[in-house]
């Protein structure tokens, strides 16, 4: 029988400890596609209700960082030919004609090809001539593979603040991959969902917020925007690489 441990007191403490400076912090969005996030052509669809929540809530994560002078990156996936649903798995999971998502099927055949619609970000995104569009991942982590590393370090930033999909796996791998190079990773609750069910997007951000980063919702990482050169004890994580 599997019990639940209380972490609370720790991950609260790790809250109040946790101070930003906008200088040193980027935005990153996750494949908030068309793909995911547009339920009527999505082939890996988050459910709708969670769509509607994560898009808006971006938008005003987006609308905050513009505010206080925060950079804005956007990362999108697409698959060419030869990758696309090619992982042993994804194949096993199409000729069974399973599907990925609990709630509706997926459809891996046609999964965000380049110059699809499903690889396009969704529509009511608001994204400004200001922000970097990377669409160079093609895997749930956002740095393997792509420029995202060399680009945060040339903008001397080491804080993330992530928000878009899948919680359980672009958005946990991510932040894998940005904890093993020495970023910080905050997760914005209000603007991350799963398509693979609520279980999972929980146990992601459990599993992030206590070993990983944090986890904070909007209202909280409002509180702790500021531009001001404060940080927690000590040196932050790649400080001096960041500064060469």
Partial sequence: M?????RSRMIERMKEALQLEAVRTAVLTIDCQRGNL????ASLPVPESECNRVIDGTNRLLALAR???IAIIHMTTAWEKPL???HPFERAMLQLRESFAPHKQSDFARHKSPGSIEAQLVQSLRVEPTDIILDSKRTFDSFEGTPLDML???MKKDTLLIAGCNTNTCVLSTTFGAYNRGYRAV???DCVASAYGNDLHEFALQNIQRRLGWVLSL????AKVSTRVTWMSGSTPNATTMAQ
């Fill in 67 to 69: 505010e206080s002078g």
């Fill in 152 to 154: 945060l370090r040339a």
């Fill in 38 to 41: 547009e339920p009527a052509i």
């Fill in 84 to 86: 696309l649903a090619n």
């Fill in 219 to 222: 209202e909280e990482l409002k």
């Fill in 2 to 6: 599997s019990v639940t441990v209380d």
């Fill in 187 to 189: 997760i914005v609750r």
